[in-house]
């Protein structure tokens, strides 16, 4: 009898240990006590050292976990795990796959109307109206960037245009995302479309597809990759092209005049993850004063009435955009996915 209740001791310390090390889910204790909030985000390396840093200086009794995430990998994680996510708050989740996600499961993230959502500018007011589930936390422009040098050595002008780039002396010297894996290939296969029409804009890139070294899973590779000379020519996001070209020689940016294809991400929180006070905390500060200088530092496209004035130099003071076709409908962009042959 002895034996069988010492057992028995012995299972239940067990089971009281196993209970304490159990899962670290958010809002629960972190390190040394402290309440814990995860971060979800499809955010650059560079936006999401700046808001770690901004968030423990803030927060210093909280432990903030920011999970790196890529575009596609937020998506079907949030997907996967539900209300039941270590996930209290994303971050630059991409407009398109906030509404595929809202589709399948309308509940998944809580109601932001509390939020003054009048600080936003004229130009994302129409994409703010349609509900307060997510708020917008960036707009991202995509422009062109050209290593000069390489082409001074191939006696070869820097294009100016869209049209331009389709000119078979650029053959090889070109490199993009894959808008079947990055946000920001998405956003100018979709500009073109919108400009010229989906025959036409079908058209384009199959035309262009010779002069494609490589289609990149990164939205930020290609860009890399002219800062390096493997290519000439690389499209990529507006902000990171600039501080490209500001850091480097021999490089420069295009922006087409016939205006920029762009992308909205959004940030909020998984409902019933709001009720703790340190995540309602987290994110309140994200919303009302943590995003703008954010947006000046990184991302300076515009998305606030008052917009804090773009801390990067040489960007530009203000260009064309392109009313891009299906913003939100998640099959509209599933529609030319399954259109897109490279």
């Known amino acids: 009898m002895k034996k069988i209740l010492s057992l028995i001791a012995l299972l239940l310390c067990v089971t009281m240990i196993l209970a304490g090390c159990g899962s670290s889910n958010s809002g629960e204790s972190g390190r040394n006590g402290k309440d814990r909030v995860v971060i979800y985000t499809a955010a650059e390396d560079e936006r999401i050292s700046y808001i770690q840093e901004e968030l423990d200086k803030k927060f210093p009794n909280t432990e903030i976990v920011i999970q790196s995430l890529g575009t596609g990998q937020l998506l079907s994680k949030l997907q996967a795990e539900g209300k039941n996510s270590d996930c209290d708050i994303f971050y630059d989740l991409e407009v398109v796959n906030a509404e595929i996600i809202l589709n399948a499961v309308p509940d998944l993230f809580a109601d932001l109307s509390e939020y003054d959502f009048s600080i936003y500018d004229a130009s994302v007011t129409g994409y703010t109206s349609r509900h307060h589930k997510y708020a917008v936390n960036g707009k991202t422009a995509g422009a062109f960037l050209v290593n000069t040098k390489t082409l001074e050595e191939k006696g070869l002008p820097v294009p100016e245009s869209y049209e ?23 956003s100018y296969y979709n500009g073109m479309v919108t400009v010229l029409g989906e025959a036409e804009g079908l058209k384009y890139f199959e035309t262009l597809n010779p002069n494609i070294k490589e289609y990149t899973t990164s939205g930020s590779a290609p860009a890399k990759a002219a800062v390096r000379g493997d290519v000439a020519i690389a499209y990529g996001l507006l902000w990171q092209c600039v ?50 200088p954010q947006c000046a530092k990184f991302n300076p496209d515009k998305i606030y009435a008052d917009m804090p004035a773009a801390e990067i130099a040489n960007y530009p003071a203000s260009y064309k955009e392109i009313t891009m076709e299906g913003l939100f409908d998640f099959q509209y962009k599933q529609n030319l996915l399954d259109k897109w042959q490279y």
């Open 243 to 292: 501080n490209y070209a500001n850091e480097n020689e021999g490089m420069t940016v295009i922006v087409p005049e016939q205006g920029l294809a762009f992308d909205l991400f959004t940030m909020g929180m998984i409902s019933g993850h709001e009720t703790k006070s340190s995540v309602k905390e987290v994110f309140s500060y994200l919303y009302n004063e943590l995003n703008k």
């Open 164 to 186: 331009d780039m389709l000119k078979p002396e650029y053959a090889g010297l070109i490199s993009m995302p894959s808008p079947k894996s990055s946000g920001t290939g998405y």
